[in-house]
Nanobody, 128 residues
């Protein structure tokens, strides 16, 4: 059983930056693909970014490509999401997720139902 705890959310002005972190415990961290998803009020949960077990491959939603960067530190069992040039439409609850298996296709990585474990979420609010 893997436990995930997100942190780093908050209120920021448009154009600003935030860094989200997700601490994992209960499993061999490097054997999990890690993903970030978000859910805005009244909307479905959507894919943001994912990273393979070694960190060698990353995937991003088109809406965040060039602005967000996912990274991981397997020695610390942590995955992070650096968010720059934030926009009001980035406002959502951001969730960290884990899927067993070191490799993953872009299509599989982008679908929430393919992840086994989820954190409780952290709120990100971007004001205009």
């Amino acid at each position: 059983q893997v436990q995930l705890v997100e942190s780093g959310g908050g209120l920021v002005q448009a154009g600003g930056s935030l860094r989200l972190s997700c601490a994992a415990s209960g499993g061999t961290f490097s054997t999990y693909v890690m993903g970030w998803f978000r859910q805005a009020p009244g909307k479905e949960r959507e894919f943001v970014a994912a990273i393979t077990g070694s960190g060698s491959t990353t995937y991003y939603a088109d809406s965040v490509k060039g602005r967000f960067a996912i990274s991981r530190d397997n020695a610390k069992n942590m995955v992070s999401l650096q968010m720059n040039s934030l926009k009001p439409e980035d406002t959502a609850v951001y969730y960290c997720a884990a899927r067993w298996g070191v490799l993953i296709s872009a299509r599989t990585a982008s679908r929430a139902e393919n992840y086994d474990y989820w954190g409780q979420g952290t709120q990100v609010t971007v004001s205009s």
